[in-house]
């Protein structure tokens, strides 16, 4: 007895071959949009932490929000990858190229930001330039 897997899923295609799909945008939408959330919300809990880091004063405090900084660069890079992956893809709407407008400025945002931060750390001392505490 042989039975269709799309008649017992009730799926289209795209559904089945990719986990996560959208109707809006293409096969790259999905994990774009879930990229973004992630570096989003680890963006702000960097943001968060690394503004208390600074504002207690001591240099030791520099490491742990340049790490942090480089954390969520690397995860809005992965976003900004996806996002140019889904330009060449192709047609997608309006909100998604707004969306992928906005992860490819702020990459280059956070890496200013980043470079801040690691300026800082470095200007502190020789000591605390080599990552060791």
Known sequence: MCVRSTAASGLSVPARLFPIYYPIGNLATGFFVIFSLISGVVGAATSLTGLQDVTSGSASSLLSAAASSVIAWGLTLLAMGLACKEITIGWRSSSLR?????????????????????????????HYSTGRV
Do not use: D, N, R
């Open 98 to 126: 707004t969306l992928e407008t906005l992860t490819i400025i702020l990459s280059g945002t956070q890496l200013l930001c980043s470079g801040a931060i690691h300026a800082g750390v470095t200007a502190t001392g020789p």
